[in-house]
């Protein structure tokens, strides 16, 4: 299974503990918004550009928003944290 997990809090650690265990049995990804953007999860890993580009950030491919709603139904389960 495909699962896409959209984290916008860099401060709350419990996304990425349970983004890390599905990714054991599953194809995860990741994609940071607002001030997760700082965040380096050690999963494939994308940006919100206009985020990224704000923030300084340039460790993460940056998606613009046309990209993330093809991810939106890319993914088979997308969960928004």
Do not use: C
């Not at 650690?13 to 940071?32: F, G, H, M, W």
């Not at 919100?48 to 950030?57: F, I, L, W």
Request: no cysteine.
């Amino acid at each position: 299974m495909r699962i896409l997990h959209i984290i916008r809090n860099p401060n709350d650690t419990t996304p990425l503990e349970i983004a890390k265990a599905q990714s054991r049995d599953n194809e995860v990804a990741v994609l940071l918004m607002h001030d997760a953007v700082y965040v380096s999860p050690g999963l494939t890993t994308f940006a919100a550009a206009g985020d990224a580009e704000a923030r300084g950030v340039t460790r993460h491919e940056k998606v613009g928003y046309g990209r993330i709603v093809e991810m939106l139904f890319e993914y088979d389960r997308v969960v928004s944290w």
